[in-house]
């Protein structure tokens, strides 16, 4: 595993996407949207590549995109909620970098989409969400650090792991 590289791993809405630009800045490392890179590759938003290729066709552009981030270094990653959940991908994630899980609750990832507008295909059905959400909890476990994140601010997150980070030995 090495250390200068963070991957940020949950379900969708958990945060991932605004704790890594907050904690690339803290860092002053790059910062990477697992999904931004899948749309930059594929030339389409997420929503459409599900709509005209489904999902497994979206997983394999997930898997070439974080093979793509692989040789990067100093940069913080903020996965896909369902990229963890594939274990070809979480075994490149842990031994790429140290992987935080940021654990909250399906009603607080309820209450962060219910204002979004439809950019999550998954997340269309409440009862395929609840599924998915209990489906992936194993998933996530297998994490390197779990962030209770349910209630902390992004400024609290950033400092739990920047301390958490700066205590690792350097591989």
């Known amino acids: 595993m090495r250390t200068d590289k963070i991957y940020l791993v949950g379900f969708m809405g958990a945060g991932k996407t605004t704790l890594a630009k907050a904690l690339g800045a803290r860092l002053q490392w790059r910062v990477e949207d697992l999904d931004a890179v899948i749309e930059r590759r594929e030339e389409m938003s997420v929503a459409d590549l599900f709509a005209t290729s489904g999902e497994s066709r979206f997983r394999s552009a997930e898997q070439a995109a974080l093979r793509a981030l692989l040789p990067m270094r100093q940069v913080v990653v903020a996965t896909g909620g369902g990229a963890f959940a594939s274990a070809q991908s979480r075994v490149l994630i842990n031994r790429d970098g140290v992987s935080f899980w940021l654990d909250v609750s399906l009603q607080l990832v309820g209450a962060r989409l219910s204002s979004e507008d439809g950019r999550r295909p998954l997340a269309a059905d409440p009862a395929t969400m609840e599924r998915l959400f209990r489906a992936r909890q194993s998933a ?32």
């Not at 902390?152 to 301390?163: F, M, N, P, S």
């Open 140 to 171: 996530y476990r297998q994490a390197h650090v779990r962030l209770d994140a349910e209630h902390a601010t992004t400024d609290e997150l950033v400092e739990r792991i920047v301390d958490r980070f700066e205590r690792r030995p350097a591989s």
